[in-house]
Nanobody, 123 residues
Framework: QVHLVESGGGLVQAGGSLRLSCTAS????????MAWFRQPAEKDRELVAL??????????ADSVKGRFSISRGDAKNKNTIYLQMDNLKTEDTAAYYC??????????????WGQGTQVIVSS
């Protein structure tokens, strides 16, 4: 089982930036395909961005394209991913979670959810 830990959330004004981090600890010999999800209050969880094991393939929800950037750590931190969020909007307010996903084309989350990190964007 993989343990997921997210961090980096906070309160920011609209137009500001935040950088989220997520570490997946589990099988040290495996590099995971991973993704960021978010869940606004009283809404369903949605996929925000995903990244391949090599980091060469990324994909984003239309609502964040051009503003968010997903990346992953170096070889020593290969199962750490980041989400750089720029030009934040109030509608980005949500709890953000990372997870291991089945594949780039099938982004089904596979592991128990971590505690998430809260992002609040004020107007």
């Amino acid at each position: 089982q993989v343990h997921l830990v997210e961090s980096g959330g906070g309160l920011v004004q609209a137009g500001g930036s935040l950088r989220l981090s997520c570490t997946a600890s589990g099988n040290l010999g495996v590099t995971y395909t991973m993704a960021w999800f978010r869940q606004p209050a009283e809404k369903d969880r949605e996929l925000v961005a995903l990244i391949s094991r090599s980091g060469s393939i990324t994909n984003y929800a239309d609502s964040v394209k051009g503003r968010f950037s997903i990346s992953r750590g170096d070889a020593k931190n290969k199962n750490t991913i980041y989400l750089q969020m720029d030009n934040l909007k109030t509608e980005d307010t949500a709890a953000y979670y990372c997870n291991v996903i089945e594949s780039i084309t099938q982004p089904t989350p596979l592991e128990p959810w971590g505690q998430g990190t809260q992002v609040i964007v004020s107007s």
